[in-house]
């Protein structure tokens, strides 16, 4: 009995470990990182009456529209290909790097950098369309085809009449079906950032893809968005005579940025300012949220251990870089990282927490196990914030509100008469619960 007594007090005096769990509630605004034209906003202002000029002289401040000659562009369609399939319904030629021409018939060309060798041709190999376009690997494009070998495969780039590019690329970027000033404004848009974009020296001037514009060949065109391209043929927008950068994006979230404030070190651009974009509340994404997240889950996605994340605003409200606290200390993360490695739909993010521990003196006594517990909070960027409890593993029902000091953090006592769990939990979301035993 004695013994007993004895290992019951060392067990009373040692510290005991604190039952803690938090949660990370994350929503936002917009899509896209925020610069220049919202195409969500373009729409709503087209459909507020508004001209396609007005639309860009709006997202492009002291900007203007100006005419500028036809050119060809040059885009990257397949890369680092062992095998490359070219056809045609009609007849069609190849012309070498010494401009000797070849006339093919109609039919199937299977490329290999063997075969290429033994054609007897010089490369860069410049296929040419007859009467019906050009395919590659299936795909149909207007203009020529131009085969390269780079490090013993194939690419091919698509070169062709910039409009008929943008044929390609406008109804992949935004939906055909919208208001026509809307498309025209994406077509002039869509050429003035090809143009102020273009890679003069190199194999190719454009991506398929996002990394430039979205390009889909005759597969994507529209007769809505060819008569947008026709209807503004050769018009850009410029910045004191020469083609802007005319970054654009799905929604804003009612106000774009700055291109300074999205990327960090880049030169402020004195076209690309934040502005009000009240009309691209009918985008689903103009609000998105909730998404839950436990340290655990913010861990694995951030490479470390995560207690906290504290975010930090630009001047137009979006986030510029976030702090991660870990157990060993802080470090930083810019805004635009964080989105990727979460997955967020924007910069344009607000971190809310739930924060629940079970307060535990570092020495108990016997009589302190029947007093009441302490249960210890923290709250950040949520309201009307309720203390829920679930006894014995039946429903959740509301214990009392809680009300956070001005630094988020607020006790309250419990007295548990069974094995008792609680929770932090408003009409946005409900934190992971900390269970208290009954002494």
Not at 162 to 167: A, F, Q, T, V
Request: aromatic share 8%; with cysteine.
């Amino acid at each position: 009995m004695r013994r007993f007594l004895l290992v019951l007090a060392v067990a009373l005096c040692a510290p005991a470990p604190a039952a803690a769990e938090t949660l990370f509630v994350i929503d936002g605004r917009g899509w896209g990182h925020g610069v220049g034209m919202s195409q969500w906003g373009a729409r709503g202002y087209a459909e507020q009456g508004w001209r396609y000029d007005r639309i860009l002289s709006h997202y492009y401040r002291g900007t203007r529209l100006q005419a500028v000659p036809a050119r060809p562009v040059r885009v990257l369609l397949a890369e680092g290909r062992p095998l490359v399939t070219i056809r045609s319904t009609k007849p069609f030629r190849v012309v070498d790097a010494r401009g000797k021409k070849k006339t093919l018939k109609a039919g199937l060309q299977r490329l290999v950098p063997a075969r290429v060798a033994k054609l007897k041709l010089k490369l860069p190999l410049r296929y040419e369309p007859g009467a019906a376009p050009l395919q590659l690997d299936g795909e149909a494009y207007r203009g020529a085809l131009v085969v390269h070998r780079v490090g013993g495969r194939l690419t091919v780039v698509n070169k062709l009449p910039l409009d008929r590019y943008l044929r390609g690329v406008v109804p992949w970027e935004m939906p055909d079906e919208w208001p026509a000033e809307a498309l025209r404004a994406q077509a002039v848009v869509a050429r003035s950032y090809a143009l102020a974009t273009l890679k003069p020296g190199t194999l190719f001037d454009l991506y398929p893809d996002t990394r430039s514009q979205v390009y889909g060949g005759i597969a994507a065109e529209e007769d809505t968005t060819n008569r947008a391209i026709g209807s503004t043929a050769g018009q850009v927008v410029s910045w004191r005579g020469r083609v802007a950068t005319t970054f654009y994006h799905s929604t804003s979230g009612g106000r774009t940025t700055s291109n300074a404030e999205a990327w960090p070190g880049a030169t402020p651009v004195p076209y690309l300012v934040p502005v009000g974009d009240p009309f691209d509340r009918a985008s689903k994404h103009h609000r998105w949220g909730p998404f839950e997240l436990t340290p655990a889950e913010a861990g694995r996605r951030l490479g470390g251990a995560v207690r906290d994340l504290v975010v930090s605003r630009g001047a137009s409200g979006r986030a510029v870089e976030v702090t991660i606290e870990g157990e060993s200390g802080s470090r930083q993360m810019d805004a635009t990282a964080f989105r990727r490695a979460l997955d967020l739909r924007s910069t344009w993010f607000t971190v809310r927490v739930l924060h629940l521990e079970q307060k535990v003196a570092a020495r108990a006594s016997l009589a302190a196990l029947r007093r009441p517990v302490v249960l210890r909070g923290f709250l950040r960027g949520l309201r009307k914030v309720r203390l829920e409890q679930q006894v014995a593993g039946g429903t959740w029902t509301a214990v009392r509100r809680v009300h956070p000091r001005a630094d988020g953090w607020f006790t309250v006592s419990v007295t548990p008469k069974r094995t008792t769990s609680y929770r932090l939990a408003n009409h946005v979301a409900a934190g992971a619960a900390v269970t208290v035993k009954a002494p």
